[in-house]
Structures are given as structure tokens and as C-alpha cells.
């Protein structure tokens, strides 16, 4: 990329994929032994699907820019945030609770979930 698109594209681009992956380390960060951690790991690893759309857009603007890069390195970039779009939509539609709860155990984290927002 040249210098001079470097602030323009490239930083944004590079903070975007460092997103990306702090997002997916936060979504593991939750195990979903409760609801409130199931519903954070699909939020952090819809972040993330966000994020590696975003990529795709970006590169999609550095194409379009008509800047000097290499398409087939381009190609190859934009194969892999597809299939890392399709892994993180497949855990986010598999995360699920995890761990036998009595229905008096999700009645005492649902009460504990409306205290915790309520006071927010």
C-alpha cells in the first residue's frame, strides 16, 4: 500500500482486524454455563462477524481506490474472512447453555438478570 493511503486505509483496516480478534477472545471469555454468558458470547461473536464484514468492505474500497495491490493477494484475503465469517456464524448459532439447570436454577439467575439490569 502506498504511504500516502497508508493513515487513510491501511491504520483503520489493521484496527478493524484487531478488533475482530479481541472480539472472538472476549466471546471465549464467556463459557455458557448461564444464560447472561450465552447471550455475551453471541453478542461478542456477532461483533466479530461485524468486524471481518467490515474488512471485506474495506478491501472492497481499496480495490475500488484502484490502488497498487496485488488482486490475487486480495482474493486470497477476502476467501479467508468468508470462511472466518462462516466459522463464526456457525458458533454463534451452535453456542447454547451448557450444563443441567433445575428450573428453580434458571427462576434464581432470571431474578438475578432482572437485578443486575434493573440497577443498571
Do not use: W
Amino acid at each position: 500500500m502506498p504511504k500516502s493511503c497508508r493513515f487513510l486505509i491501511g491504520v483503520p483496516t489493521a484496527e478493524t482486524a484487531r478488533s475482530m480478534v479481541a472480539n472472538i477472545n472476549r466471546a471465549y471469555h464467556f463459557y455458557p454455563s448461564s444464560s447472561f454468558n450465552v447471550l455475551e458470547r453471541r453478542r461478542y461473536l456477532t461483533l466479530a462477524i461485524a468486524d471481518c464484514e467490515q474488512l471485506l468492505l474495506d478491501m472492497q474500497c481499496m480495490k475500488d481506490a484502484g490502488l497498487p495491490i496485488n488482486v490475487n493477494r486480495l482474493e486470497n484475503l477476502i476467501k479467508m474472512a468468508d470462511a472466518e465469517i462462516g466459522k463464526l456464524q456457525s458458533k454463534r448459532k451452535n453456542t447454547r447453555l451448557i450444563g443441567k439447570q433445575t428450573v428453580e436454577d434458571r427462576i434464581r439467575d432470571a431474578e438475578a438478570e432482572i437485578e443486575r439490569l434493573s440497577s443498571v
